[in-house]
Structure formats: structure tokens, C-alpha cells
């Protein structure tokens, strides 16, 4: 395995799904804005209010809960929610963007950013780890954890001198 090639594909998949990442994670957040706003519409509000299926739903969410939740607070939480979805998607596509150009940097040659991409390599795995506790895909994690420690092994043989272009 050359660890140069193999951190220059992690590194530009790294972009591609941090850019695409960011994207969505924008639109989230603008959505989400969105439906957080209509809950102030008192007209629109009362109109779905009285629509007997989202009352029957309302109806069994308030007896799940044990809350007294009306359609406006419940389109305003879900639409904070969704913006909170999306903040942290941006700063994940961010991680995923950095990720992506000090690995190329460090497939250049760029010790210094190999280091970089070593640390940034060494939260990926981290973050990873602790998806163990968010997920329910066992197979997910493995696949992520795997993905993390190769790209962290590349950098640290780049960073280390180790690796040659071939």
C-alpha cells in the first residue's frame, strides 16, 4: 500500500462529501428557519391545528410525552431542531473539508500539513469511536473507525518521512 496515493483518494473523498455536506447542512438550516417561522403564522397554525389527522397525532404525541403541546410549539421545536441539525452538519462538512486539503497537502510532500492531517486523523477516529454510542449500524462504525485509521496511518507515514511516491 503507498500511503500517498491511498491519503490522496481518502483526502478527495474527504472533499466530495464535505462539500456535498455542506450543501445539504445549509439547506437544512435554512428549512428549518423556515418551519420554525411558519409556527408564527397564527392563521396557517390554526388551519393545521384543526386538520383531524395532525390533531389525532398531536393527540398522541401530548399522551406519549405527557406534555400539552400545541401545533405552533410543536412546528417551532421541530424546526429548532432541524436548524440545530443542520449547524452541526456545516461543522462536520468543515472537519470533512480540512480533512480533504491537508491530506492532499500531505500527498504533495507537506510534512507539515501531514501533521495536520495526523491530528485531524486522530479526532476522525475519536469521533468515530463515540458513534458507537449515537448509532445503531455496528457496521457503519467499524467502516468509519477503518477509514479514519487508514487515513491517520498515511499522514503519520508522510509526516514521518516514511513514505515514497512510487
Known amino acids: 500500500m503507498n500511503p500517498i496515493k491511498t491519503i490522496k483518494v481518502l483526502s478527495i473523498l474527504a472533499l466530495v462529501f464535505g462539500i456535498l455536506g455542506l450543501v445539504f447542512s445549509i439547506f437544512a438550516v435554512i428549512g428549518g428557519g423556515a418551519i420554525a417561522s411558519v409556527s408564527q403564522n397564527e392563521e396557517l397554525m390554526s388551519q393545521v391545528a ?4 395532525v390533531a389525532n397525532s398531536l393527540q398522541e404525541f401530548n399522551n406519549a410525552v405527557g406534555t400539552d403541546m ?3 410549539e410543536a412546528t417551532a421545536g421541530a424546526g429548532g431542531i432541524v436548524v440545530l441539525v443542520g449547524i452541526v452538519g456545516i461543522i462536520s462538512a468543515i472537519f470533512s473539508i480540512l480533512e480533504g486539503v ?3 497537502k500531505a500527498a504533495k510532500g507537506d510534512t507539515n ?6 491530528v485531524i486523523g486522530i479526532i476522525e477516529i475519536v469521533v468515530s469511536v463515540l458513534g458507537l454510542f449515537a448509532r445503531s449500524n455496528i457496521i457503519s462504525v467499524i467502516i468509519g473507525v477503518a477509514i479514519a485509521a487508514l487515513y491517520t496511518y498515511c499522514a503519520k507515514q508522510i509526516k514521518d ?6
Open 161 to 166: 518521512g516514511a513514505a515514497t511516491a512510487e
Open 102 to 104: 491537508f491530506g492532499l
Open 50 to 53: 384543526n386538520d383531524a389527522e
Open 70 to 72: 400545541s401545533a405552533s
Open 113 to 118: 500539513a501531514a501533521g495536520k492531517a495526523f
